[in-house]
């Protein structure tokens, strides 16, 4: 059975550091690895969507990497700003749609 | 109009009460899932659908009755719950059911009591 772990589960950071937020999964027959955003009393917002023949992808000030023979993916923010203030949540797709989702990382990030 | 819209946004039910949760998708796509995320706990799949077609039960309690009448549609009939029911439960769509980007709603959340 797949299990999804992040680390942090929390984190507070001060307005414009670089940080990385790290997802790890314990099947690595995956098809693709997705991360989201939530905020508070949300729903889920998607970031970034990985294949898993792909190494890894970008959205301006986002960058997720993918090692799936380690099991672990990363989630890298630069320059953080107040707005990036959520929990970000990573899911990984073991087949037909079935998305098995960690408990996420909540991250503030304060002016 | 956004992706994928639910209402109610809130629900407050009774254990005896008789509701339903609905999901509306603009994307075109075929495949809408239901997802239950208690607190502390993981966000959980409970049904997929594909072309209006169940293709996945993931051990869902009777209690929990969903119906897809047409690919833009679903909706989650809910009966008889339990306090411990009480959730955020989302809805999502994705071009097709695999390795494909899942799109989704705001939530409805519920609260029995």
């Known amino acids: 059975k797949q299990e999804v772990t992040q680390i942090p589960a929390a984190l507070s950071v001060p307005e414009g550091e670089n940080l990385v937020l790290n997802c790890s999964f314990t099947?690595?027959?995956?098809?693709?690895l997705q991360w989201f955003r939530q905020d508070p009393g949300k729903g889920l917002t998607s970031l970034l969507l990985?294949?898993?023949?792909?190494r890894e992808q970008t959205s301006g000030r986002l960058n997720a990497s993918l090692d799936k023979s380690s099991g672990r993916s990363t989630l890298y923010i630069a320059a953080s700003q107040p707005g990036d203030s959520a929990t970000y949540l990573c899911a990984v797709n073991s087949g037909y749609s079935t998305l098995t989702f960690g408990k996420g990382t909540m991250l503030l990030v304060s002016p | 109009e956004t992706g994928v819209t639910q209402t109610p946004r809130h629900l407050v039910m009774g254990m005896t009460n008789k509701k339903s949760l609905k999901c509306e998708q603009h994307?075109?796509?075929?495949?809408m899932y239901w997802y239950k995320q208690s607190a502390k706990k993981p966000l959980e799949l409970m049904f997929v659908y594909n072309f209006k077609e169940q293709t996945e039960n993931n051990s869902v309690p009777s209690r929990f009755s969903p119906e897809c009448p047409n690919s833009s549609h679903l909706f989650l009939h809910l009966h008889t719950l339990q306090p411990e029911d009480s959730a955020l439960y989302l809805c999502?769509?994705?071009?097709?059911?695999?390795?494909?980007?899942?799109?989704f709603g705001p939530g409805t959340r519920l609260t029995v009591t």
């Open positions: 990985i294949q898993s023949s792909q």
């Open positions: 999502a769509s994705s071009p097709w059911t695999g390795a494909y980007e899942q799109y």
């Open positions: 099947d690595s027959a995956i098809y693709n």
């Open positions: 994307l075109g796509h075929n495949a």
